[in-house]
């Protein structure tokens, strides 16, 4: 029994500390968080060069991915699909019960409230994301940050900031390029693969659109690409054990940054669309 009772009591010194140990971590985590939007300012008025080509970078890609557009036709070519698997979907479920005129309504209704803003969230975090995360491991890992402090140049500002700024930036056309390839996609596959009147389309997803959700869609856009910059830049910058350490960061990041994604589409759905629903029946 003694024995039984003492390793109760290791175990909980190990949950205990377990337990600690991820608050200390939350706690790093905000930290670097406040930091990198505090320094901002500072990347702005000292860094705006490397502002402006993190954003080209960013947005078109370096090397053979500028040759197919980077990360903008890459969000705006997984978005395409999605509205298309919703054109699908929608057509066929509502053909069961003989109102398949409404797809219209699911174009404009699923693909800003849901599927576009989640969609172009995940292909952030797998293009901008990842990349950033891999770039500042590689500099971790190679000694040049700690070069760059040697210098008097602060790597916050200079690294994190910066990146911040870029992404949030970018997801602006980025955001549109996405939108625009969901309803497109959504009314070929309707129009001309089911066939369906391309003014009975028009009229319903022009009824059921309303300019308010596409404001709220791209406000939740822009926060879920200064968040998937700040999870991925701390775990590139904190990066630690060489090349498979580097590797590892990359995935965890990328694992948060998904979790964050639907975080914040579920916060913002809750904090615009909970009371009300911002829905009205009408046509």
Known sequence: MALIGYDRLIRGRRQLSAASSAMDQLGEQMHFFVDTVRHVPT???????????????????????AVIGGTVVIVASLTLFTGGTIAIQGYSSLGDIGIESLTGFLAAFINVRVAAPVVAGIGLSATIGAGSTAQLGAMRIAE???????????????????????????????????????????????????????????????????????????????????????????????????????????GRAVRTSL??????????????????????LSG
């Open 43 to 65: 990347a702005l008025r000292h860094y705006r060069k490397d502002v402006l080509r993190l954003i080209a970078e960013i947005g078109m890609g370096t090397g053979a991915l």
């Open 144 to 250: 040049e940050i700690d070069a760059l402090d040697s210098m008097g140049i602060r790597p916050l500002p200079y690294l994190i900031s910066t990146r911040l700024i870029a992404g949030t930036v970018v997801i602006i056309p980025l955001y549109s390029a996405a939108v625009i390839a969901s309803f497109y996609s959504c009314r070929f596959v309707t129009v001309t693969v089911f066939h369906q009147s391309g003014g009975l389309y028009d009229h319903y997803f022009r009824t059921f659109l309303q300019p308010g959700d596409l404001l709220w869609s791209f406000l939740q856009a822009i926060l879920m690409g200064a968040a998937v910059m700040l999870v991925h830049t701390y775990y590139g910058y904190t990066a630690s054990g060489g090349p498979a350490g580097v590797g590892k960061a990359v």
């Open 259 to 280: 979790i964050v994604v639907v975080c914040v589409t579920l916060l913002i759905s809750l904090a615009v669309y909970g009371p009300t629903g911002n829905f009205h």
